[in-house]
C-alpha cells in the first residue's frame, strides 16, 4: 500500500462519516447538484387544524341560529298573546261604544216621558254593569297589568255616570227648578267624558307603549272606545233644555212654547262659495266636493233629531242625501255636511235643494228649505 492509497482511504472513511451525521438534504426538481442543508423542519400536518377552526364556526353558527330561532318564537308567542288579549278587550269596548250612542239616542228622542226614559236608562246601566264584570274577567299578559285596570276603571266611570244621570232624573221628577237640575245632570255626566281620558290615556296609549318595549313586534293597536261622541250633548246648558222636554213630554206630551228650526245658508266645500236662491252659482266639480248646511234654532226651546235633506235633480233619478243634527239649542247654529257626489250634471242649469224638517210644534215653515240654481263644471 502506498502512501497515495492511504490518502484515499483516509478520504473514503471521512466521507462516509460525513454522510452518516450530516443533515438530510432537500431533493431538488434539478439535475441533483448540491444544495445547502433545509432550514426547515419536517412539515406538519394542516388539514386537522382546519377541521377544528371549521368546526369551531359551525358550533358557534348553530348557537347563534338557535338563539335567533328562539327570540323570534318568544317574539311571535308574546305578540299572539297580546293579540288574543286585545280581541277580547275590543269585544267588551266596542259594546260600551253601543250604549254609549243607546243614550245618546236615548236622551233625544222627541217626546221622551219620565218612566220611559227611567226604565231604558236602567238598563242601559246593567248592560254597562255587565261589560265592567266582563272586562274584569279578561286575563291580560303580565307587562299589560296596569294598563288593563285602567280599562276596567273607565267602564266602571261609564256606570258610575249612568247611574248617577238615572239618579238624578228620578230625584228631581217633582221639582221645578230646571237649572239645578240639569246643573247635576251634566256634573254626573262628567264621569262619562272622564272615561273617554281614562281609555284613550292610560289604557289604549299605555298598552300601545308597553307592547312595543316589551319588544311584541308586529302586536295591534290597543283598541279604542269612545263613549261620548257630541260633547255638546252634556253640558249644563243641554242637560236643562233634556230636563225640561222630558217633564214637558211627562205632563201632557203636546210641545208647549215657541218651537222653529230655519235654514240659515248653504255654502260649497272647498270653495267657500256661499249659494244664493236668486243668482246662478257656477261650481267646479272634484273629489272634494261637498255643501255644508247651517240650521238655526229659531224657537225657544231645545229641538232633537232635526232632519235636513240635500236633492239635486237628476235623470233617471235625483241625488238625494240625508243628515240629522241629534240636538240644537234655542238660538243655536249647527252645520251638517254632505259629500260624496260623483255623478252630478255637467254643463246643464240645475239646482240644488235643500230643506229642514219641521220640528214638533213649529208653525212657521216659510224658512225651513231653499232651492239654489247652480251649474256644474268640470272646470
Known amino acids: 500500500m502506498t502512501a497515495h492509497d492511504d490518502d484515499a482511504l483516509d478520504f473514503d472513511f ?19 447538484g448540491g444544495r445547502g442543508p433545509s432550514r426547515l423542519g419536517p412539515q406538519q400536518p394542516v388539514t386537522p387544524l382546519l377541521r377544528l377552526v371549521a368546526l369551531i364556526a359551525f358550533s358557534i353558527l348553530v348557537v347563534v ?6 327570540d323570534g318564537c318568544q317574539s311571535t308567542k308574546q305578540r299572539d298573546a297580546y293579540n288574543a288579549y286585545y280581541e277580547k278587550v275590543a269585544v267588551v269596548g266596542s259594546g260600551s261604544v253601543k250604549i254609549g250612542k243607546d243614550l245618546a239616542t236615548l236622551l233625544t228622542t222627541p217626546g221622551l216621558k219620565q218612566a220611559e226614559l227611567e226604565q231604558k236608562l236602567g238598563g242601559l246601566v246593567q248592560q254597562q254593569q255587565l261589560g265592567a264584570k266582563q ?7 303580565g307587562p299589560l297589568t296596569p294598563s288593563h285596570e285602567h280599562a276596567i276603571e273607565a267602564l266602571e266611570l261609564r256606570v258610575s255616570g249612568m247611574q248617577g244621570l238615572l239618579d238624578t232624573f228620578k230625584a228631581t221628577a217633582s221639582s221645578s227648578d230646571s237649572a239645578t237640575a240639569g246643573q247635576e245632570l ?14 284613550a290615556d292610560l289604557f289604549q296609549a299605555q298598552a300601545d307603549l308597553t307592547a312595543a318595549a316589551e319588544g311584541a313586534d308586529g302586536a295591534a293597536a290597543a283598541p279604542a272606545s269612545v263613549f261620548i261622541t257630541n260633547v255638546d250633548l252634556y253640558t249644563a246648558r243641554s242637560m236643562t233644555a233634556i230636563w225640561q222636554r222630558v217633564h214637558g213630554a211627562s205632563t201632557g206630551g203636546t210641545p208647549t212654547g215657541l218651537h222653529g228650526s230655519s235654514l240659515a245658508g248653504t255654502t260649497v266645500t272647498p270653495s267657500g262659495q256661499q249659494l244664493s236662491p236668486s243668482t246662478e252659482t257656477t261650481i267646479q266639480v272634484s273629489t272634494e266636493l261637498g255643501f255644508e248646511v247651517a240650521v238655526t234654532n229659531s224657537g225657544e226651546n231645545q229641538e232633537v233629531q232635526v232632519e235636513v235633506t240635500l236633492t239635486i235633480p237628476k235623470q233617471p233619478a235625483p241625488i238625494v242625501k240625508k243628515a240629522t243634527i241629534d240636538l240644537i239649542d234655542p238660538g243655536e247654529t249647527k252645520t251638517v255636511v254632505f259629500k260624496d257626489f260623483p255623478e252630478v250634471p255637467f ?11 219641521p220640528v214638533p ?16 263644471s268640470l272646470g
Open 14 to 32: 471521512v466521507d462516509d462519516e460525513t454522510r452518516e451525521t450530516a443533515p438530510s438534504r432537500r431533493r431538488g426538481s434539478g439535475d441533483g
Open 65 to 70: 341560529l338557535l338563539v335567533v330561532w328562539a
Open 135 to 141: 272586562s274584569q274577567e279578561i286575563d291580560p299578559p
Open 186 to 199: 251634566a256634573a254626573r255626566a262628567q264621569r262619562l267624558e272622564a272615561s273617554d281620558v281614562v281609555w
Open 347 to 357: 254643463g246643464e242649469k240645475t239646482t240644488v235643494q235643500v230643506s229642514v224638517k
Open 361 to 376: 210644534g213649529e208653525s212657521n215653515t216659510s224658512n225651513n228649505s231653499a232651492e239654489y240654481p247652480v251649474i256644474f
